[in-house]
């Protein structure tokens, strides 16, 4: 992706594909413009010092027409032009904690977005303590620094554009017929104008927090004829590659958007840049992750222009943005490091190639340690080609038998992919976590496999019996199945992980659910047996409203997750990439709950103690109800702070073992009291009838 707008001379607009549905509840402003679309005369608007700017005396004013319409419409006209929001904002309801966008767009392309499966996703959040802050700089006006030192390939920020807009503005202005009356200078001047007028409405639907950011943005576009809105849509917008008009890019990138972002367009230039950015659809926000390591107080940079050209071209790229750029790779550039910048990319492939097959000799090390020191002296280092040279060299050293070479280079590899081999660390923490649990659950099934032979199977069927069984096989499915699944297999598409996700989410709370009936019907028995009958009436009630409850926070963490393509061929399982923090409510409904039914149990139990009640049975229903209450709370509780206070790839640490852990810890509550009965041949609690503990309800 490049800084900047495109307008080109080439810019002919092509058909849109017709629309999909999209549902949404905002309103939106169209504008219409049903005649063909004008494009300009040369290769770019003008900047600089204009002389004649402003447009000419006899133009009139074109009237604005608009209208506020419910955007779940989306039979738009091909060029009706739309301005709406993303994430939909909802005049009676709070901003979306992670920002709203702007966006200029044409109806289908609107449409192309929301219909996406994963969209609206919440931010990727970065892991650690703030990384950057907004300061001036001494002469570049403000600028991004880092605040502490900041690994290669760490996500630094991502925030969600104030506006997105279409690259090539022509579109925007519908008066094809000027093309004949006015001269090529003066039709641009029009359609600056006629731009401006249209980029007030637009600026209009901001926040005002998000106006007042905007217009705080740099201009460098104020004696060309550029009105302030679109002078600073120039100055600072970043090209968006992946969106775009019809279904796919043009040749000429005329179809592409732009995004205007509120900290992303303090970052300067440099033609050493050390961070990158891909814009993310789902979540319609501009990551900005770091392409080297980034020290302490080093400001943050990207390239407005291409880098595989020569010093000269870039200055001329970079002439409209009002700035020569000065950094070592411009002040220093000679015909050799201009020949290296033009030719890097080709000769890292021609090497990777060679090796590949089979070249190996002391030359072509040295030839390529040579290119390697070239590229670091031209701050290269932090391109994508880099890492190829580095793999070709380390396997080079491989076939000359030069060890230490090999692992010196492997190094400097894996230390530019840290951030990714510490995420990868992590989900493989998560996956011996998630097969321990599983290896509990199997060790425990077996230990007690003979008491539910003798005390459940041959037993009638009951309500009870039947939740006994889902919650005690449940787990079979949901962790050691398709957790596992999810964790272990090879060659998982994001579309596959998605639906293994959302599968074994709802099997593990209706794991949950059922689990948490036989142990609050437990604590229901005994408060009954303590003449509280109105508890019995209110509870299940409740019950079924609280644990709903759980099933939509979790539908809500699984609309956010965000899960990527493999990192590499032999990656195995899935490679989630962030999502929001609803599992926090997700475990706080269940910490709450297993409070609530602890307490029942403590206030009973006490008395029962006092009392002087037979110590088999307190063992059984308070001591071992009480314990294993306090297990699962703990639980919950640890779950809660590593959500909270660790990066998403933690989020799923404990969550086997405390799914397992309700599954086990239910079956011993009815196989014991079961057991007890059954050695005492008798009926636990005969007047529940509708119980009946004895038979563990079974």
Known sequence: MKRGFLNSSKVKKKPLYEAPTAKESEKEAIQDQEKPQPTLDDKKLPFGKVENRGVPSDYKVTELVTAVLDPERVDYDPHQVVITTIPPQYFDLPPDPDGHSVWIVFGPTKAKVVNRPEYPKALPKPSGPPAYEVRATPNMGMGVFATRDIAAGELIFAERPLLVAPRDIGWMVGMPELRDKYSPDAFKQIVMMECERQLNLVVAYMLPEHREAFLALANNHQEDGSGPLLGIIRTNGYGLDNLFDGPKVNEWDSNVYAAITK??????????????HEFDLDAFCLPFVAKRDIPSGEQLSYSYCYMDQSAADRQ???????????????VNATPESDKLRIEYEQRISAAAASVARGVANKSTFASLIDLKKQLVEEGLDATEAYPKLL??????????????????????MKNMTAKLLHVLWVMRLVTCLDVAASSIFIWDYFMTLGMEIELVWSSRWTFMKVVFLIQRYLPFFDTIGLVLSHQLLHGLS??????????????????????????TVRAWAVLNAQSKPWISKILPFFFVGWWSLDLYFVSSFLKSLQIGPPPFPSFAGCFVTGANESLILCWTIVLIWDALVLLMMVVPGLEAYRSGGETALLDIVYREGMVYYLYLFILSVVNIVIVKLLPAEYQNLFTSTERVIHSILASRVLLHIRCYAARRNENWHEEISMIEWAHVGV
């Open 494 to 519: 994001p579309d596959t992980c998605q639906n293994l996700y959302r599968v074994s989410a709802v099997a593990i709370v209706l794991g949950f659910f059922f689990s948490e009936i036989i142990l």
């Open 316 to 330: 001329a790229e970079l002439a409209p943005y009002g700035f020569s750029c000065t950094c070592p790779s411009c």
């Open 263 to 276: 900290v992303g367009s303090r970052i300067n230039h440099s033609c050493r840049p050390n961070i990158t």
């Open 391 to 412: 793999k070709a060299i380390s396997a080079l050293c491989g076939k000359l038998g030069m060890a230490a070479e090999e692992s010196k280079y492997l190094k400097e």
